[in-house]
Nanobody, 117 residues
Framework: VQLQASGGGLVQAGGSLRLSCAPSRNVFSFNVMSWYRQAPGKERELVASITGTGTTSYADSAKGRFTISRDNDVNLMYLQMDSLKPEDTAAYYC????????????WGQGTQVTVSS
């Protein structure tokens, strides 16, 4: 199983980006899909998650600014990031857990988000 993350880039503070995660298996295979991020010198942290039933949760730092979603028709997960701040600068990783595929966690490669002040 592969997870392909894309959509990162350089944006000014206050701007927006939308990250996409494309799994190699149908999104219905995953019980929960998430976005994590890791800034230089810091630990990887959970940003947002979405379950198979559509329940979402967010880190306090993301609440009110980021929106996680999944589009079953095109088999993609998204992270819409608005009102970006320099402290959002990090490599963003998509993550997925599947009971169907043997209680396995899967990670995608990172996509870099850089927010300039």
């Amino acid at each position: 199983v592969q997870l392909q993350a894309s959509g990162g880039g350089l944006v000014q503070a206050g701007g927006s980006l939308r990250l996409s995660c494309a799994p190699s298996r149908n999104v219905f295979s995953f019980n929960v899909m998430s976005w994590y991020r890791q800034a230089p010198g810091k630990e990887r942290e959970l940003v947002a998650s979405i379950t198979g039933t559509g329940t979402t949760s967010y880190a306090d730092s993301a609440k009110g600014r980021f929106t996680i979603s999944r589009d079953n028709d095109v088999n993609l997960m998204y992270l819409q990031m608005d009102s970006l701040k320099p402290e959002d600068t990090a490599a963003y990783y998509c993550n997925a857990f599947s009971r169907l595929l043997g209680n396995q966690w899967y990670w995608g490669q990172g996509t870099q988000v850089t927010v300039s002040s």
